[in-house]
């Protein structure tokens, strides 16, 4: 059975920066395009960046584009997101999934999830 554990949240300063990691164990990522979610409480869990399974995609809500950047390690079966220029609007718990196909920055049949980690961006 695939798990998916995030790290790397915290309390971080506008403009500064945090990478976020999705560790999967049980299974290889390679068979699952891999998305990161975000949410804030009272609101929909949100869509932020997704990468296809081979890794030849990644796409971004325009949010975040100029500023997120997705990738893997396939030796750690690790995903992460790379965030620079954050904003206070970018605080939330922030997920990763594992399903079936990236459409654009959107990852569905999303059949994994982490329990998230918490960004905060303030001052």
């Known amino acids: 059975q695939l798990q998916l554990v995030e790290s790397g949240g915290g309390l971080v300063q506008p403009g500064g920066s945090l990478r976020l990691s999705c560790a999967a164990s049980g299974h290889a990522l390679t068979f699952y395009g891999i998305g990161w979610f975000r949410q804030v409480p009272g609101k929909e869990r949100e869509g932020v960046s997704c990468?296809?399974?081979?890794?030849?995609?990644?796409n971004y809500a325009d949010s975040v584009k100029g500023r997120f950047t997705i990738s893997k390690d396939n030796a750690k079966n690790t995903v992460y997101l790379q965030m620079n220029s954050l904003k206070p609007e970018d605080t939330a718990v922030y997920y990763c999934?594992?399903?079936?196909?990236?459409?654009?920055?959107?990852?569905?049949?999303?059949?994994?999830w982490g329990q998230g980690t918490q960004v905060t961006v303030s001052s």
């Open positions: 999934a594992a399903g079936s196909y990236c459409s654009g920055y959107t990852l569905y049949g999303r059949n994994y």
């Open positions: 990468i296809t399974n081979d890794g030849s995609s990644t």
